[in-house]
């Protein structure tokens, strides 16, 4: 039995030390860890996942991390088990990152029937790290069938989380308008909840009458469909039950409607894509391609090409190797 089908058995079997080393391995950039990484992921096979998976994003300090912390919670109580994926920026400089986020799900990460994972984002673009999707569904083997996934909070490039996820939370933060009003639409137009955050200390009255606006402007912009705009607090007990019977109801809805089907369909063609594209660009580290491409860009850096006719010559140059 090979090192990854006995961590495969383990993780399995529900220890969460076992997944931790998976997803370690899953993030390593080392070569026995790449391949270690590669066999336990044939072992996930195509099963028919019972989860659901909801994408946490919005501007940085709406209080995602506390509300995840109070919303997970809410469903261990209801009796399932949750995964959290903290995504945190990385620096392009050390690749070093804070990974601070756990340290705000104090609650969530003392509970048994709980994984709290921090991942850096790597350079990844988008809010999410670049192994986000196998992250799942590691966890969904592992047995958890509640994912939250935090995304770092830039702004519109957060759009991306929705093609990981079947529901897209919006975190807005109370008394934010100029924050709301710089932010694009992207974002707006793929979040299926929106709840205006903080809505406590005398800003409660605030955060409905920007919900009520919020919906009103969406009932134009979204059409036909208005996601359901909630003001909260994530120190409100009550207000976090609220929320969570929300997103429940959500999950009923777009599993008796089709919707919840459709939208899977589109996340595995999303990780195809994806995975075709890293796969190109491991391509690209085989020695004799790794020269073409250097070639390619010394080409566009000193003004010999232009830089589209540098990547032209480039792709020619590969389909050509690859004929061979």
């Known amino acids: 039995m090979s090192k990854a089908s006995e961590l495969w058995r383990a993780l399995t079997a529900g220890d969460r030390r076992a997944l ?15 391949e270690a990484a590669r066999e336990l992921l044939s072992y996930l096979g195509n099963p028919v996942s019972r989860s659901f ?13 506390t509300l995840i912390d109070a919303l997970g919670c809410q469903a261990i109580a209801a009796g399932r088990r949750v995964a959290v994926l903290a995504i945190d920026p990385s620096s392009r400089q050390s690749g ?31 809010g999410t790290a670049g192994r986000t999707r196998e992250v799942i569904a590691l966890c969904e083997a592992a047995g958890y069938d509640t994912v939250f996934v935090e995304t770092v909070g830039v702004g519109q490039s957060e759009e991306h989380v929705a093609s990981m996820v079947d529901c897209v939370l919006l975190v807005l933060l109370a008394g934010a308008g100029d924050e709301l009003s710089s932010m694009k639409r992207g ?16 800003r409660e009255q605030l955060a409905q009458s920007e919900a009520a606006s919020l919906r009103a402007s969406l009932s134009i912009s979204r059409g036909a469909f208005v996601p359901l705009v909630l003001a909260t607090s994530a120190e409100d007990p009550r207000a976090m039950a609220g929320l969570w019977s929300a997103l429940v109801s959500y999950q009923a809805t777009a599993e008796q409607d089709g919707s919840f089907v459709v939208r899977r369909t589109h996340q595995r063609l999303a990780w195809f894509e994806a995975a075709f594209e890293a796969g190109l660009r491991a391509a690209l580290e085989r020695p004799d391609l790794a020269r073409l491409r250097a070639a390619a860009a010394l080409r566009a850096e000193n003004g010999s090409s232009l830089p589209w006719e540098a990547a032209e010559q480039l792709v020619a140059e590969l389909l050509r190797e690859s004929a061979r």
């Open 187 to 202: 974002v707006l137009e793929v979040a299926d909840l929106i709840v205006i955050n903080k809505a406590d200390g005398g």
């Open 96 to 126: 070093g990152s804070v990974l601070g986020d756990k340290t705000r799900m104090t609650r969530l990460s003392s509970e048994l029937s709980a994984f709290v994972r921090p991942s850096p984002t790597l350079g990844v673009l988008g």
């Open 53 to 65: 998976r909801i994408g946490v994003t919005g501007v940085p300090g709406a209080g995602k991390s």
């Open 20 to 34: 931790a080393k998976a997803i370690t391995q899953l993030e390593s950039s080392l070569a026995e860890d790449r």
